[in-house]
Structure formats: structure tokens, C-alpha cells
């Protein structure tokens, strides 16, 4: 199982950008799915999580600009993300906690992240 992201690059502050983020593999199902991110010199920081019913977490610093949705049937998680500011220049992560076919049990898998790029 990978988390596939894609999406991401270099806009301008105040554009937007949308990135996804697939899980392929043998999945047989998964719980949350989210993306967090980190800039250089800083920790990993939550963005935005969705569970598999629609619940939505943001962190503090996205919400009311970044919107967090997901296509359950075909394991894709998307984050839509308007009035990018400079600060949020970061390595983005998808996340999932997820069960494999051939497994009892969950885990938490990230992706190989995405860079995204705003400039002043």
C-alpha cells in the first residue's frame, strides 16, 4: 500500500493550490485521512484531517481558507487551499490510518510529501 500524492508547486500569495492524495495498494479500508505539514526548521504540523463518515479537523493556522474532502470509494483524499499566505511554505504529507487486505489489524501510513511554494 502507497500513499500517492500529487498536486502541490509555486504560487503567489493569495492564489490557491489543490493537491490529493491516493492510497493504492491492497486497501481494505480506511479510517482518517489527512495531511499535515513541515517547514524547514520546524515541526510537523497538523493541517487538515477528514474521517470516513465527513468529519473535518483543521488546524488553527488554515481554518476558513483550507477546505479538506475525500471520495471514499476511490481512496482519495483532496485539500483545496485558497488565500496562501508566504507562511504557508511547507513539505505537505498525506496521511491514513488504514487497513491492509491481508492484515487484523490498522496503521498509520504517510506519504513521500509534496512541496508547496508561496511567494510574497
Known amino acids: 500500500v502507497q500513499l500517492q500524492a500529487s498536486g502541490g508547486g509555486l504560487v503567489q500569495a493569495g492564489g490557491s493550490l489543490n493537491v490529493s492524495c491516493a492510497a493504492v495498494?491492497?486497501?481494505?479500508?480506511?479510517?482518517?485521512m489527512g495531511w499535515y505539514r513541515q517547514a524547514p526548521g520546524k515541526q510537523r504540523q497538523l493541517v487538515a484531517t477528514?474521517?470516513?463518515?465527513?468529519?473535518?479537523n483543521y488546524g488553527d493556522s488554515v481554518k476558513g481558507r483550507f477546505t479538506i474532502s475525500r471520495h471514499n470509494a476511490k481512496n482519495t483524499a483532496y485539500l483545496l487551499m485558497n488565500d496562501l499566505k508566504p507562511e504557508d511554505t511547507a513539505v505537505y504529507y498525506c496521511?491514513?490510518?488504514?487497513?491492509?487486505?491481508?492484515?487484523?489489524?490498522?496503521?498509520?501510513?504517510w506519504g513521500q510529501g509534496t512541496q508547496v511554494t508561496v511567494s510574497s
Open positions: 496521511n491514513a490510518n488504514l487497513r491492509r487486505i491481508e492484515a487484523s489489524f490498522w496503521t498509520n501510513e
Open positions: 495498494g491492497r486497501v481494505l479500508a480506511i479510517n482518517t
Open positions: 477528514i474521517t470516513h463518515d465527513g468529519r473535518t
